[in-house]
């Protein structure tokens, strides 16, 4: 459902000539008002741009010809950039309109009985200061009948010390939606702008699901990411004019995906907790983002081993114990020394399944890699969440990864020294993380724990309530 929202305060221009061959007349001295913008923007949540949060936005416009065809000039903006409508007044999350302003005011020029508008912005208001309308990318006209962004690219987070936020380092945090409007309009005071949404939401949850009352399985997880999705492309805001119906035809879609550093073709977005979230018989569905993605709409193929492409998948870092009750676990002859491997906290001791070390001890501050191969296709404007079952009824803790741990620890934040970040176990204990590679005799894409994750993804518009399952994935 899209919201309606009063008009807010005159935008706008006196402009000059179109083409070489047509002069657009302008009117020096307008008897009426100059052109005022209004905007909605789609149903929304989390940290998408809604009218209370909504900072500055850049528009351009153009003037269709009485005779047919639209103006090589602008009416607004240029071949390199809109003109900026900044947020005059602040607005809190209760309100329901707000002043932009140009730096000069435009009037419909006499001549010209339709126009055609583009605006487009990233900026949101938060804690009083606003976003850039364009972090990254750069808006082009060049192109006949093309409007586009160029090059952009979702942030990331810094992995320093200082770049934790809320017990966390999470890429979401640092992303902002991205929301374009289109519009065709007749000569009119207002024109009504209605954002749309050009990026996808992603989402991953995990759960431990039917577990019996003897599995005591629990998994801790400290980091999740999805892998290889492309981190660049450029927006395309397409449109013909047709002189027969008067009626202009606008086609958005991202175009040109690549991996912003060609030379190592790798992304990994995702969030890194100071302690781990926690999977066990007494816990529901946990999210193990902390703050939702917005990435580049796409298809995603996911990683198989005979590929040599870069297939797509979802990577945690994460520990899997078993937990008994006492302090002590039952010796055999076969097995003398059973109580070697376990810890004992309280009443309850606790025996290390993954990640494997080599003295297969009980190690607090070891954790180690796992991924599950994953497709989808994002879509504009689509929420989408994967929802994984870890160490349930039927499922286990996944694969071996296909990187080598030098890669994957680039994605770990550290301190001034390089070092690893040191964090709080459960028990309250302190210690430094450390990441235990694949064991010797175990190969890439072999399973973890005998089973693999499964996995099921939903998939929400923005602008409309509840959910619906694209389907049940058992890899």
């Known amino acids: 459902m899209k919201k309606r929202l009063i008009p807010f305060a005159a935008v706008a221009v006196i402009m000059a000539s179109c083409s070489s061959e047509d002069v657009l007349e302008v009117n020096p001295e307008p008897a009426g008002q100059?052109?005022?913008?209004?905007?909605?923007?789609?149903?929304?949540?989390?940290?998408?741009?809604?009218?209370?949060?909504?900072?500055?936005?850049?528009?351009?416009?153009?003037?269709?010809?009485?005779?047919?065809?639209v103006f090589n000039s602008f009416l607004i903006g240029s071949t390199t950039d809109g003109e900026q409508a900044s947020l005059k007044d602040a607005i809190g999350n209760n309100a329901t309109s707000g002043v932009w302003e140009l730096k000069r005011d435009v009037y419909w020029p006499t001549s010209v009985d339709n126009a055609l508008f583009?605006?487009?912005?990233?900026?949101?208001?938060?804690?009083?200061?606003?976003?850039?309308?364009?972090?990254?990318?750069?808006?082009?006209?060049?192109?006949?009948?093309?409007?586009?962004?160029?090059?952009?690219?979702?942030?990331?987070?810094?992995?320093?010390?200082?770049?934790?936020?809320?017990?966390?380092?999470?890429?979401?945090?640092?992303?902002?939606?991205?929301?374009?409007?289109?519009?065709?309009?007749?000569?009119?005071?207002?024109?009504?702008?209605?954002?749309?949404?050009v990026l996808s939401q992603i989402d991953i949850v995990a759960k431990s699901e039917g577990k019996a009352a003897t599995d005591h399985r629990?998994?801790?997880?400290?980091?999740?990411?999805?892998?290889?999705?492309?981190?660049?492309?450029?927006?395309?805001?397409?449109?013909?004019?047709?002189?027969?119906?008067k009626e202009a035809t606008h086609d958005l879609k991202w175009t040109n995906h690549v991996f912003k550093d060609a030379k190592s073709p790798f992304t990994a977005y995702g969030s890194f907790y100071k302690e781990p979230k926690v999977l066990d018989s007494s816990t529901g569905e946990q999210n193990l983002l902390g703050e939702t993605l917005m990435l580049i709409p796409q298809e995603i193929a996911e990683w198989k081993k005979d590929d040599n492409e870069q297939g797509a998948y979802i990577l945690?870092?994460?520990?899997?114990?078993?937990?008994?009750?006492?302090?002590?676990?039952?010796?055999?002859?076969e097995n003398p020394g059973a109580d070697d491997d376990i810890a004992i906290y309280g009443d309850k001791h606790y025996h290390q399944q993954f990640p494997v070390n080599a003295n297969k001890k009980f190690v607090e501050g070891e954790y180690g890699f796992v991924f599950v191969p994953v497709k989808a296709t994002f879509k504009m404007g689509n929420k989408y969440k994967f929802?994984?079952?870890?160490?349930?009824?039927?499922?286990?803790?996944g694969y071996y990864p296909p990187e080598a741990d030098d890669i994957y620890k680039a994605l770990l934040p550290t301190d001034n020294a390089g070092n690893l970040m040191e964090f709080t176990t459960n028990w309250g204990n302190k210690t430094n993380l450390t990441i235990v590679g694949r064991p010797s005799d175990?190969?890439?894409?072999?399973?973890?724990?005998?089973?693999?994750?499964?996995?099921?993804?939903?998939?929400?518009?923005?602008?409309?309530?509840?959910?619906?399952?694209?389907?049940?994935?058992?890899?």
């Open 34 to 69: 100059a052109l005022s913008f209004s905007i909605a923007v789609g149903h929304t949540r989390a940290t998408e741009t809604t009218i209370s949060n909504l900072g500055d936005f850049k528009i351009a416009a153009k003037g269709v010809h009485p005779s047919g065809g």
């Open 118 to 197: 583009w605006a487009w912005t990233c900026s949101q208001v938060k804690g009083g200061q606003k976003s850039e309308v364009l972090p990254s990318g750069k808006f082009d006209f060049t192109a006949p009948n093309k409007v586009k962004v160029t090059g952009f690219s979702p942030a990331k987070t810094g992995l320093k010390a200082a770049d934790v936020s809320q017990d966390m380092w999470a890429d979401g945090l640092k992303q902002v939606d991205f929301v374009t409007a289109f519009k065709q309009a007749s000569k009119t005071t207002n024109v009504q702008l209605d954002f749309e949404h």
């Open 218 to 245: 629990i998994v801790r997880i400290k980091g999740a990411w999805l892998v290889n999705t492309k981190d660049k492309a450029d927006l395309e805001s397409g449109f013909t004019w047709n002189a027969g119906t």
């Open 316 to 333: 945690l870092l994460c520990r899997v114990e078993l937990k008994h009750d006492g302090t002590t676990h039952t010796t055999t002859p």
């Open 387 to 397: 929802i994984l079952d870890i160490c349930g009824a039927s499922s286990g803790a």
């Open 442 to 475: 175990k190969d890439i894409n072999d399973f973890v724990l005998n089973e693999p994750i499964k996995f099921e993804v939903s998939v929400s518009p923005w602008d409309k309530n509840g959910d619906w399952k694209e389907g049940d994935v058992n890899l």
